[in-house]
């Protein structure tokens, strides 16, 4: 193709003679402007998506991906009973994306030391509960044998609660609950876990599912509710759906009524899943941003290589170039000028990722942030599509520059100093 070889010559020329051309610096900050505007992307979609992920897997290993509960449970400080037997499990398996179906009972208390008193929620647990995401962020003791047909006595607080009331492993810890009369419950404290979510490390304290139904006056098969775990955030609108036309509305042998409640519509959960996605917002307005600082700067430097060509235009014309002709070997040049910035940005932007993945440098205050480093995530079709949308967009606004050649004249150009 005669346009790619002469604009491959004009790009080696130009390297070539560095510093002899006016071109020479535009076309670097042109290169500098597409490897940073990449990077700057690069790294922005890699810490926001990595950061939503991470949030929300602490959000949906505490609280679950969907609820299946009594309807008037929904934003009261007590729960009411439903029968959680085999058949609703079974049943509530069968919704699409569902991997784990648990059982879970809570009751509100106070626990009390010498010198201080604290409200707290205890949760209720089995033996065939998945407490795998709490033993990633346990920070003391061992997790206990939770089991719904026997008491443990033992508990794992939090490590803001624990500091509160002055508490360690193997202490002994006095708990009262309150229905019709005061139920007092001393338990051991066999672990401390820190998740560093707040509206969980405030109040919720684990224990066996047997103790808390113990302490509600519920039967064996009643429970708080279901906690329906999900493959993951893409089958929560199916799920949900499947399980309100399915379940949602029936009532349980006690005519309590299921109700399905989303980790979105959870009021524990939702304000910080709606702040995880306005974040995709912000990191639309930095690559509108970036694409636009690497279009103009692209713009003004393939300007100016067309006004310092004009007596090389104007011979091309001469020997029989048509402007289409021209304007490809023109729009060939700025694509390798594109490329070379966008293998520098590459670069520089998965470089600085490896870093932060690798070594973690840049920390973060885990009471703002939930955690603790800054995360990454890298996906391959993310990285193709920004490399590809780069490319596409600052090739499409070098086309308008581009007509400028059909105004140069043969006659006048081939004068031109």
């Not at 030391?113 to 033996?127: H, I, P, R």
Request: contains cysteine; glycine residues 6%.
């Amino acid at each position: 193709m005669f346009t790619f070889f002469l604009a491959r010559r004009f790009f080696r020329a130009n390297g070539s003679e560095s510093g002899q051309r006016a071109s020479t610096p535009a076309i670097r900050i042109a290169t500098a402007g597409i490897a940073v505007g990449l990077a700057v992307m690069i790294v922005s979609v890699c810490v926001v998506k990595g950061f939503q992920h991470q949030v929300s897997d602490k959000l949906t290993g505490f609280a679950s991906h969907l609820s299946i509960l009594d309807i008037h449970s929904f934003g009261s400080p007590e729960t009411y009973p439903v029968v959680t037997d085999s058949a609703l499990i079974q049943k509530v398996r069968q919704a699409p994306g569902v991997v784990r179906v648990q059982r879970v009972s809570q009751k509100m208390g106070i626990f009390k030391t010498q010198n201080d008193f604290s409200g707290v929620s205890l949760k209720g647990v089995a033996q065939d509960y998945d407490l795998s995401f709490m033993r990633q962020c346990l920070v003391e003791g061992k997790m206990p044998d939770f089991r719904d047909d026997r008491a443990s006595n033992s508990i794992v607080v939090s490590r803001m609660l624990a500091d509160k009331l002055g508490l360690k492993v193997g202490d002994r810890i006095y708990s009262y609950f309150f229905s019709q009369t005061i139920k007092q419950r001393r338990f051991t404290v066999a672990a401390i876990y820190d998740t560093h979510l707040k509206q969980f490390d405030n109040a919720f304290v684990l224990t066996d599912l047997y103790t808390v139904n113990k302490l509600n006056g519920w039967q064996t098969d009643q429970s708080s509710g279901l906690e329906v775990q999900l493959a993951s955030f893409d089958f929560l609108p199916a799920a949900q759906q499947w399980l309100a036309k399915h379940i949602g509305g029936h009532r349980d042998r006690m005519q309590r009524t299921y109700s399905v409640v989303s980790i979105r519509e959870n009021p524990q959960t939702a304000s910080v899943l709606s702040w995880l996605g306005l974040l995709d917002f912000n990191v639309m307005v930095i690559l509108i941003i970036m694409v636009c600082v690497a279009g103009f700067t692209m713009i003004s430097g393939l300007l100016i290589l067309i006004l310092e060509r004009t007596a090389t235009i104007g011979v091309l014309k001469a020997l029989g170039a048509t402007n289409a002709r021209v304007r490809h070997t023109f729009l060939w040049f700025a694509a390798f000028i594109v490329g070379r910035g966008m293998l520098i940005g590459n670069l520089i932007g998965l470089g600085l990722m490896y870093v932060q993945w690798q070594w973690q440098p840049v920390r973060l205050n885990p009471d703002t942030y939930y955690i603790d480093a800054v995360p990454v995530e890298l996906n391959l079709w993310w990285l193709l599509a920004l490399n590809a949308a780069t490319l596409c967009i600052t090739m499409l606004a070098l086309v308008l520059p581009s007509l400028l050649v059909s105004r140069v004249q043969p006659a006048k150009a081939i004068q031109f100093d």
